[in-house]
């Protein structure tokens, strides 16, 4: 079946410092994968996707590169903020299935919390 | 714009009781989909609902946990007999369609069962 595995957390790092959360997966076909993020308090929120081999997704200076060659899609941020504190969930959708429209449910890795301090 | 939206945010009951958890979806997403959070298995998924039907109930944990959704809009999920392994997080998300990347999050209800 499909499985998100991501590097254990918590991680700490000093403002500023590079940010790299490790994800890896295993899946059937050409899965699209994601980065969700969970600040304290709120609910869980789309960070940035690649849907094909060799995308990267970026948003508000995080990006993951889709490598099918070693099933990974590691996220990166060159420059982390106290902001940026949150639970980080790696996640993968597999190929619709145009005839009857399942598969679009997202398998979830256990997020990894990220506490970056002054 | 309103988001998705849950109610109770936080609900504490008894084993063996009943329990109905509420989700309204952002207004015209058809998709809708119920996850579990919970410290051993992490972020589960429950169902999906594509209007109201439910073309993939999967990840239902067991024949106490039944869920649907009327008018193509709100969502109830009910759990007869409640076990303390039900104690999790349950989030509810909707998407405009199931073809669409994004999932939207709830806040999601937070169940306690004593």
């Known amino acids: 079946g499909n499985s998100v595995t991501q590097m254990e957390g918590p991680v700490t790092l000093s403002e500023e410092a590079f940010l790299t959360i490790n994800c890896t997966y295993t899946a059937t076909g050409y899965p699209s994968l994601f980065w969700y993020v969970q600040y304290p308090g709120e609910g869980l929120q789309l960070l940035l996707k690649a849907t094909k081999a060799d995308d990267k997704g970026s948003n508000k200076g995080f990006e993951a590169t889709y490598r099918k060659e070693t099933t990974s899609f590691h996220l990166e941020k060159g420059s982390v903020q106290v902001s940026d504190s949150a639970v980080y969930f790696c996640a993968l959708r597999r190929d619709i299935n145009l005839n009857t429209g399942t598969a679009s449910k997202l398998t979830f890795g256990t997020g990894t919390r990220l506490q970056v301090t002054l | 714009g309103a988001g998705v939206s849950q109610s109770p945010s936080n609900k504490v009951t008894e084993k063996g009781k009943d329990v109905e958890l509420r989700c309204d979806p952002i207004?015209?997403?058809?998709?809708l989909y119920w996850y579990r959070q919970s410290l051993g298995q992490g972020l589960e998924f429950l169902i999906y609902f594509q209007g109201n039907s439910a073309p993939d109930k999967s990840g239902l944990p067991s024949d106490r946990f039944s869920a649907e959704r009327t008018g193509g809009s709100v969502s109830t999920l009910t759990i007869q007999r409640t076990q303390q392994e039900d104690s999790a997080v349950y989030l509810c998300?909707?998407?405009?369609?199931?073809?669409?990347?994004?999932?939207?999050f709830g806040p999601g209800t937070r169940l306690t069962v004593t």
């Open positions: 998300a909707s998407s405009f369609s199931a073809w669409e990347y994004e999932q939207y």
């Open positions: 207004s015209g997403h058809t998709a």
